[in-house]
């Protein structure tokens, strides 16, 4: 139980183009979805807290208006970078935590790089 | 803001012997999870930690809370070559909503 997808797993596009990641939770209804960015041997970066039918929260430094989070259901978050740039290349993760829960599940990652 | 501070930072151990690894704060958790994350993956959880003084296993793990409520540690059992990867703690301070503070990650490499 408690498994998240992403798609894509890997996108490569091209400067200044938008890109869409997807974010489910398969088997459990999320009403919390977290975006994390992680740089090559680092840690994880929390970008945003995305609440079912709310807006979503980001942490300091995040452009909102660059990373663009919609949790329009219960099982689906979706995170859209905007006029991406080189500087946005980065493994970026979702994770999701169901009602009453402490734990946070990831998905799988998706590799974005910017050309 | 919270930080965690998690040791070591990379450890290169022969199959067999026994792991031990911790994060420590000076912030006071009330939950607190370990992680292990493969190469080009998304963290697994391992371990999830809810009390003061909490002992956990699962299978050759094995994670506690501390008393203080401002560390963790988790113990790895007769490594196999299968444990290699970075091994995460993570902690949340307040309810259900508060977002999780990671430690730095310790790298983990079993020689076969």
């Known amino acids: 139980g408690a498994v998240v997808s992403q798609h894509p797993s890997r996108v490569i596009c091209k400067s200044g183009t938008s890109v869409k990641i997807e974010c489910r939770s398969l088997?459990?209804?999320?009403?919390?979805m977290f975006w994390y960015r992680q740089f090559p041997k680092q840690s994880l970066m929390l970008m945003a807290t995305?609440?079912?039918?709310?807006?979503?929260?980001?942490e300091q430094g995040v452009e909102k208006d660059k990373f663009l989070i919609n949790h329009a259901s219960l099982t689906l978050s979706t995170l859209t970078v905007t006029s991406a740039h080189p500087e946005d290349s980065s493994f970026y993760i979702c994770?999701?935590?169901?009602?009453?829960?402490?734990?946070?599940?990831f998905g799988p990652g998706t590799r974005l790089t910017v050309t | 803001g919270q930080q965690l501070n998690q040791s070591p930072q990379s450890m290169f151990i022969q199959e067999g012997e026994d792991v031990s690894m911790n994060c420590t704060s000076s912030?006071?958790?009330?939950?607190w999870l370990w992680y292990k994350q493969d190469p080009g993956e998304g963290p697994v959880l391992l371990i999830a930690?809810?009390?003061?003084?909490e002992l956990t296993s699962n299978g050759r793990l094995t994670a506690q809370f501390g008393i203080t409520r401002k560390d963790s540690f988790l113990n790895i059992s007769a490594s196999i070559p299968s444990d290699v990867g970075i091994y995460f703690c993570?902690?949340?301070?307040?309810?259900?909503?508060?977002?999780?503070?990671f430690g730095a990650g310790t790298i983990l490499r079993v020689k076969s």
């Open positions: 994770s999701a935590r169901f009602q009453g829960a402490h734990e946070q599940y």
């Open positions: 088997d459990f209804q999320a009403t919390t």
């Open positions: 995305s609440n079912e039918g709310s807006k979503a929260t980001y």
């Open positions: 912030s006071i958790f009330n939950t």
């Open positions: 930690l809810y009390k003061a003084g």
């Open positions: 993570a902690g949340q301070l307040g309810g259900y909503g508060n977002k999780l503070v």
